[in-house]
């Protein structure tokens, strides 16, 4: 077994140093007197490192604590002599002082920092206490920034500074600068000394300088004038910001412009007179609409109030239109306004409003308001339809016809008695393919296939079925006239007859009146009607007279003509074959067509453009004859009502035209009242089947139901076609509990229970 090694063992050194007892005092003075030459300038003949040395061994030896206080009270000596030198300087140089006093007082901390830098690491962390440049900051902010003789002088200099360049006048941005920046240093890790000694006064003075030129410029200028000055107010803060104060500042100073400028007179600019909102969206001035739009949605009620003015204004704007008897006499031109109108506003959303949505929903909102006003609208729109689907779209491309659709869409989505629309509609489109006037079938079932994306398959079911009638209509035509051609002899004679068959469910019905039809005619109609039946068993035919038109070759004294009329217009015309003159009445027994469908009928024939017919008035000796260029009837063509019974009509032999064929087709105005009611009375009776469906599929589902959330519930399902009255919807309900569809629940009348 080897032997262990012997142990080292390491004695403390014997030898007792003894220190100098003078010695921090000594060392001190050495490091005040450096201290002091820095403050002097004069730190080039300094030796940094023997001073580091220096003040590590006095940190070393436990004479941190008055090497600190020693640093504090140096550097609060030599601040008080600067703070003078900086009280007594003039106006002129204040700033320029300070600035220096403050460049001059950091770089001379930075040096004493590196000096004592042993003491930042070991004695300052230990004691918790600031760093030997945060101490310099500390002890320039007490001394010199907030002393008695500069702390307010400092803030009325900086805001006069700022008051003359808000004049346009010139100030040293970069001498500013330095200043703010030295009040956020003086904070030393936070803003309280800018926020407290310059923001806050900054922005008190910002708001009351804001104010009182608010006052002044708003008298004397109009709303945009007032724009452009807000806007330039500030954009000019903003640049202040960015170029001599604190990043923080720049929200608090754009709200104070905001509240002065632009809150505070809110109400006064939107509504200013001849300049407000309403003169812009009147005048179409974009640029400032966009100005407005921008300034004002910077506060938080601007928008809300600008969507109130140009909501009322659009209503009132579409009332006047809409609500003008007047203008109700040209309902295409009515029309077009309105499309215009909403051109006009759909192009201020989009350049003005950056298509703002709140501001979208508003003029929705506005258009549907007005639209709604009239009774009438559904038939006005539907009938500005029939007619660029006739020839106002003639020469157009698809791309130009989908563009008008779509905008008559834009109006038909405001209206909420869209079943109204659909009864109209469905009138003209009828009118349009029986008489072949639609510009296009493309162009009819773009129309059809808008509808359908907007409203759903059952609202053009029926529509659609219209198509298909005509298209089956001339696969039977064609299998007529094979049948004619395999006859010896045409059982038609001399007349060609073209037949439509339409189905009574898809077609709008109408209580057709007697008419008697010529013999020839009347043979014609066997004829087919024997034809189809063998093909059919089973069906029913119905004549429909009022939709039907003849084409009839005339004789006139200047020349043949082949005229286009209705069919009510063929048999008056017939007539005069065996008659030179026929009186009102005497028309009307021979044909038995209705007295307003006979007036309709002898106007057009009677009417100055195509005079193919003459007049005189009752009491008159004989009928008018005069010629069909020019003159006029005893009595001018006026509304319907103006025929008498006694009125006497004649064959107008002098008729002239430069047209071989001539067309006097009735032309189709706007409904009279009494049409109208019935078309009325027509609605209301399909949406009593609606209503009632809807609570049946309603209460089916749910079983049971409380009365005001099933009218709310049918109001809601009902709504994309028509608004249902909660008065008629009740009525339906009891007429179900009539007819055992619902019963009341026995403890709660107010619940409806479903019966299976």
Known sequence: MSKSKPKITIKPFKH??????????????????????????????LSFEELYRNAYNMVLHKYGDKLYTGLQSVVEEHLKHVSVGVADAVDDSFLDKLDKAWSDHKISMLMIRDILMYMDRVYVMNNNCLSVYDLGLKIFRETVARSARIKDRLLKTILELVKKERSSEPVQRGLLKNITQMLIDLGINSRSVYEDDFE??????????????????ITGNSCSDYMRKVEARLKEEVDRVKHYLDQSTEPKIRGVVEQELIANHLKTLIEMESSGMIFMLKEDKVEDLHRMFQLFGRVTTGHAQMREIMGGHVQDTGKGLIMDEEKQKDHLALVQTLLEMKDKYDRLLVSAFN?????????????????????????????FIDEKLKKGMKGANDEEVDVILDKVMMLFRFIQEKDVFEKYYKQHLARRLLLGRSVSDDA??????????????????????????MKLSADTMDNFRAFLRNERESPLGSVDLTVSVLTTGYWPTQNVGSCNLPAEILKC???????Y???????????????????LKAAFQAKKHELTVSTYQMVLLLLFNDRTELSFKEL??????????????????????????????????????????????RRAAGPVGSIDDADVFAWNGKFKSNLTKVKVLMVQQKETEPERQETREKVDEDRKHMIEAAIVRIMKSRKSMEHSNLISEVTKQLSARFMPNPAIIKKR????????????????????????
């Open 533 to 551: 039946l063998k093909a059919h068993n089973g069906r029913r035919l119905t004549w429909q007279t009022n939709m039907g038109t003849a084409d």
């Open 355 to 383: 298509n703002d949505k709140p501001f979208m929903q508003t003029l929705n909102t506005a258009f549907e308001t007005f639209i709604n006003l009239n009774p009438k609208s559904p038939e006005f729109i539907s009938l």
């Open 588 to 633: 009307r027994d021979m044909t038995g067509i209705s007295a307003p469908d006979l007036k309709r009928s002898l106007m057009a024939l009677i009417n100055p453009k195509h005079r193919i017919l003459t007049r005189a008035a009752a009491g008159s000796s004989g009928a008018d004859k005069g010629t069909g260029g020019g003159e006029g009837d």
């Open 444 to 469: 009819e079932r773009s129309m059809i296939g808008k509808l359908k994306t907007e409203c759903g398959y059952q609202f053009t079911s029926k529509l659609e079925g219209m198509f298909t009638d």
């Open 200 to 217: 806050r006064p900054f922005l008190d003075e910002s708001a009351s300088f804001y104010r009182l030129e608010s006052q002044e410029f």
């Open 525 to 531: 109609c066997e004829v087919f009607k024997n034809f």
């Open 16 to 45: 007792q140093v003894q220190m100098d007892p003078d010695y921090a005092e000594k060392t001190w003075n050495l490091l005040k007197g450096a201290i002091r030459e820095i403050h002097k300038q004069n730190a080039s003949g």
């Open 733 to 756: 309900i009891e007429s179900l509990i009539e007819r055992e569809y619902l019963e009341r629940n026995k403890t709660d009348r107010k619940v409806y229970q479903y019966l299976a």
